[in-house]
């Protein structure tokens, strides 16, 4: 555990230094090093280090030809596994590239929308997107795509971003869910929308069944599973994302530049509190419906930001900041700990054994 401690609390601290009290040069400098940290610490982890990458290297080693890739739904991916195939036959490259290009989509996003990047970047690898990846490449591939095309969205620029999430797709299908949020992140959130948020959830609850088999016939057979009652789960994730959505909720009467803004994402991020209460509160398998928060709760790390930027009540300000570094610190040592085989972190084996 202790090294994604370390890893968390050394971006954070030279980012938030940086951005205070060294010229932009050094900014960049800092920037640039810890995506390299990031990338090489993902790149290089031991194929134990997360449940599914073993999957992803057995992959690796089964692609050798260039039709191999338009075989699979996810050609995207398989094009990227096939590549790094040309170039070596060590498992590191394929999870290096996975690693480059999702913290240079993420980042790409981030520095154009968060004035206080260090916020971002903590919860990057705190909460949503950085870890993903270590066990759900395919998905977290697509993820981090979508989190690029969000500022086409935010611009009202549909080709650009429909381009966008039509990439995230091929390496995994699930990114078209995203498709829709052009046109519901709307540019208000008030209470007759949450209504109908919570009457959307009691929905999907009811018609679960139907909403997995649609998912089954679009997405992939696996999904086939995921209303299977009596595999329950996610109870910690649905309790952090109720309570941080219900901050950023409460946060929005502070804020006054970027309202539009800060709307929209916030509406994106309510949209994907739908399928994760509904599919814990139906106790089925969590696998499949809770990873479409990826989707949507992502928002979350340019939302935090905006807000930090802009309250000047300093006691809302205290209180809401205090609670959201205790939720989000329990949160990370939680699930990094617990979930997903992540620890003990370990390095490539056939390269530093």
Not at 34 to 43: K, Q
Not at 231 to 259: C, D, N, P, W
Request: hydrophobic share 50%; aromatic share 18%; proline share 3%.
């Amino acid at each position: 555990m202790l090294p994604y401690i370390y890893l968390l609390t050394f971006t954070t601290i030279i980012n938030y230094l940086g951005r205070l009290y060294f010229s932009k040069e050094l900014k960049k400098v800092f920037l640039f090093s810890t995506a390299l940290i990031l990338i090489f610490f993902a790149g290089l982890r031991n194929y134990t280090v997360g449940t599914d990458t073993h999957t992803y290297v057995a992959i690796f080693s089964r692609i050798n030809e260039f039709k191999d890739i338009f075989s699979h739904i996810d050609f995207g991916f398989y094009f990227l596994v096939w590549f790094a195939r040309l170039i070596t036959k060590e498992y590191f490259l394929p999870l290096l590239l996975t690693a480059i290009i999702i913290v240079t989509c993420y980042f790409n996003t981030i520095l154009k929308i968060a004035k206080n990047y260090e916020t971002s970047l903590y919860l990057f690898i705190a909460v949503e997107g950085y870890l993903f990846f270590f066990n759900g490449a395919r998905q977290g591939l697509a993820a981090a795509v979508c989190f690029l095309a969000i500022p086409f969205l935010l611009e009202r620029r549909f080709w650009p971003y429909l381009i966008l999430i039509l990439v995230a797709a091929t390496f995994h299908r699930t990114a078209l869910v995203t498709i829709p949020l052009y046109w519901l992140a709307s540019p208000k959130v008030d209470k007759k929308r949450l209504f109908y948020l919570i009457i959307a959830t009691a929905t999907l609850m009811v018609s679960l069944k139907s909403f997995v088999n649609l998912a089954t016939n679009i997405f992939s057979d696996k999904y086939a599973n995921y209303a299977n009652v009596g595999e329950g789960g996610g109870t910690v994730t649905m309790i952090f994302l109720l309570m941080q959505g219900a901050l950023l909720y409460y946060a929005r009467q502070f804020i006054s530049h970027k309202k539009e803004t800060y709307s929209r994402l916030l509406n994106i991020y309510l949209i994907g509190l739908v399928p994760v209460v509904a599919g814990v509160l139906s106790n089925v398998n969590p696998s499949g419906i809770l990873r479409f928060k990826l989707y949507f709760c992502i928002s979350a790390i340019l939302l935090w930001p905006i807000f930090f930027e802009q309250v000047k009540v300093v006691p809302q300000k205290m209180l809401i900041g205090y609670t959201f570094i205790i939720i989000t610190s329990a949160y990370f040592y939680i699930t990094t700990s617990s979930f997903s085989n992540l620890t003990p972190y370990l390095l490539n084996q056939e390269l530093f054994g």
